[in-house]
């Protein structure tokens, strides 16, 4: 089945990138490296909505291998996604070369998460509104910031997340110290292209467990499942 998918996308003409019109591109870290890189290369989505994380490859002899190869990632990638998630989560092309097959719609990035702060300490329990600034990418030492609506910041830290994993680990500093180390890293599932969970620190009798990616309403709605409750 892949192999048929390489074999057509490589012939089909799509349209000439225009990265002005593609945030994924002009504004994720991963998307403009991408286009850095060596051709022939591709990148692959997961759809439906739900499913929307990326993989991509480069540095091939042949624009059909790059998207084979491209493909066979992404599937690994879905099938350990369809398990978590409990749907049917499948690939389709995004990008080969400088052509590109999906709309800016269909290839959706955000830098800036919804999020919310739990926290538990010598003073009580609060909630803290705000947002997360991530890459939202997979890799060693991925920046992942906590800031409260006005902008103040709580929380600066980094994770660490394997290609096929949902779970990883961080590393996050809070309240100038006062609540921080490391950090249970878990990755629900996906949003507009960016993944949404949580992060647990435990420091003493202290904790913070922040919920990244998700509109306060809907957490409010999932909140026993994403805290186990």
């Given at each position: ?165 949902m ?38 009798d ?10 306060s ?13």
């Open positions: 089945m892949i192999e048929g998918q390489a074999n057509r996308y490589g012939s089909m003409q799509g349209q000439v990138l225009d990265v002005t019109k593609y945030p994924f591109f002009s504004e994720n870290s991963f998307g403009k490296d991408w286009l850095n890189k060596p051709k022939h290369r591709a990148i692959a989505i997961g759809h439906p909505a739900q499913c929307a994380t990326y993989n991509g490859r480069w540095r091939h002899a042949k624009a059909s291998t790059a998207v084979r190869r491209t493909l066979q990632d992404c599937m690994q990638r879905m099938a350990e996604l369809s398990r978590h998630l409990g749907k049917k989560c499948e690939c389709r092309l995004a990008a080969l070369d400088d052509r590109i097959f999906v709309s800016p719609k269909e290839l959706p990035f955000r830098k800036q998460l919804p999020a919310i702060a739990l926290v538990k300490d010598t003073k009580g329990r609060k909630e803290i509104l705000g947002y997360a600034l991530t890459t939202g990418r997979t890799g060693m030492r991925q920046p992942f910031d906590f800031y409260t609506q006005n902008d103040q910041k709580v929380c600066e830290g980094q994770y660490n997340l394997g290609g096929m994993a779970k990883g680990e961080a590393y996050l500093n809070c309240f100038g110290g006062k609540i921080k180390g490391p950090a249970v890293f878990k990755v629900v599932g996906f949003r507009e292209g960016q993944a949404y969970g949580t992060a647990l620190v435990k420091a003493g202290n904790q913070l467990i922040l919920v990244y990616g998700l509109p309403d809907e957490f409010e709605t999932r909140r026993a499942e994403l805290l186990g409750q």
